[in-house]
């Protein structure tokens, strides 16, 4: 059971390439979502999605993409890459709330420490 | 739209020390979650508040909840330098999901 993985842990990007932050979850969780941490900011909530082929955005979507083709993967997508995506992201899953299954706990992935030049 | 206020933003205190730290809340909820972060590591969660008046305790920590007053306590006793961490609580808005809106967390420094 390996829980929430992501890849990769580090990335630098130019101003204007794409790229892709990987997530993987393995317990059948359906609520996935993406959240980048700032210093000073907390968490913020970029994406998230109740279950396959559902996505919606959280506070700060501009800039990303998300699709969920499966239950297990939930990747984002960086569309154009700009120094302000500069932030490290985090990938989490849980069980969708309310329900009897679970407490709502959300599980975190290791992080993506991002770098836009 | 719900707002996540905590505080103090850093603490420093000394070995043996109590302190709490404060999370207030701006909408209704009765699910509360606090969380520990390390430098450059994953947040770790430590406690689920799942309604009012709830009480967890794990070793030197206890957090509470109070939908009333819509606050949480994180209760720090005998603080030892392993406490050092960023603690962030994170309230459910109780919509479909579960979509946590975290405080920008407290910076917490044991001196000993």
């Known amino acids: 059971n390996a829980g929430v993985t992501q890849t990769p842990k580090f990335q630098v990007l130019k101003t204007g390439q794409s790229m892709t932050l990987q997530c993987a979850q393995d317990?059948?969780?359906?609520?996935m979502s993406w959240y980048r941490q700032d210093p000073g900011m907390g968490l913020r909530l970029i994406h998230y999605?109740?279950?396959?082929?559902?996505?919606d955005q959280g506070e700060v979507p501009n800039g990303y993409n998300v699709s969920r083709s499966t239950t297990e993967d939930f990747p984002l997508r960086l569309l154009s890459a700009a120094p302000s995506q500069t932030s490290v992201y985090f990938c989490?899953?849980?069980?969708?709330?309310?329900?009897?299954?679970?407490?709502?706990?959300?599980?975190f992935g290791e992080g993506s420490r991002l770098t836009v030049l | 739209e719900l707002k996540v206020e905590q505080n103090p933003l850093f603490l420093s205190m000394q070995e043996g020390k109590n302190y709490t730290i404060y999370c207030n809340y701006s909408?209704?909820?009765?699910?509360l979650y606090w969380y520990r972060q390390d430098p450059g590591k994953s947040l770790e969660s430590l406690f689920v508040?799942?309604?009012?008046?709830a009480v967890k305790q794990e070793g030197r920590l206890m957090a509470s909840l109070d939908t009333k007053a819509r606050l949480s306590t994180l209760h720090i006793t005998a603080a030892v330098h392993d406490l050092s961490a960023t603690y962030f609580c994170?309230?459910?808005?109780?919509?479909?999901?579960?979509?946590?809106?975290f405080g920008a967390g407290t910076i917490l420094r044991v001196k000993s």
């Open positions: 989490a899953s849980s069980h969708n709330t309310p329900d009897p299954r679970g407490s709502g706990e959300l599980f």
């Open positions: 317990m059948n969780h359906e609520y």
């Open positions: 999605s109740v279950g396959a082929g559902i996505t």
């Open positions: 909408t209704t909820s009765d699910r």
């Open positions: 508040l799942l309604s009012n008046g």
């Open positions: 994170a309230v459910d808005p109780m919509e479909y999901g579960n979509k946590l809106v």
